[in-house]
């Protein structure tokens, strides 16, 4: 009698449990793309180029995203020249939605890119408290403040023999 009871509730249990999976909520959102639009670009305040030897426009930097929950901050570059990058210096420069600054974080990206060529990278967000979010992305449930993202090509190197 004891085993009999013993499997019954297993197999009510199992039933139980089979039920509430299959009827749980979605919370995730995946209907979510990627923004294409390009960031805007840090304006040169000098009169003459610091970046002399490349032009600002070698680098594209599109796809920014970074939610409140966030601890990495993505974004796409691509490769506009007609030779092989290895590796992007960028300056990113963060400002509340009135303009005021946030902050300003360099970031030293590895990449191997071919001419043309795009590609997907992260890099850790400055964002430590996870209080902000990117506002061309998805509103948060947190109370958290949107931001707004700007960049500066400062550099990238040519791989010798490439």
């Known amino acids: ?36 639009a390009p960031m805007q670009m840090i304006p040169d305040t000098t009169a003459k180029s610091p970046t002399a030897g490349f032009s600002q426009y070698d680098i594209s930097v599109k796809g920014y995203s970074k939610r409140a929950s966030d ?37 030293s990206v590895e990449v191997n890119l071919k001419p043309g060529e795009t590609r997907l990278v992260s ?18 449930r947190k109370e958290a403040m949107p931001f707004q993202v700007a960049y500066r090509l400062l550099g990238y190197d040519i791989p010798v023999g490439q």
């Open 1 to 36: 009698m004891m085993k009999h009871t013993i499997a019954i509730i297993l197999l009510i249990s199992s039933v139980a449990l089979s039920l509430s999976l299959s009827a749980r909520t979605r919370t995730t959102q995946s209907h979510l793309k990627a923004e294409s």
């Open 71 to 107: 601890r990495k901050e993505t974004f796409f570059i691509t490769n506009n020249t007609s030779h092989r990058i290895s590796h992007v210096k960028l300056r990113f420069q963060y400002t509340s939605m009135q303009g005021e600054p946030l902050h300003t974080q360099e970031h």
């Open 123 to 140: 890099v850790t967000s400055w964002d430590t408290q996870r209080l902000f979010y990117y506002h061309g992305g998805p509103r948060p």
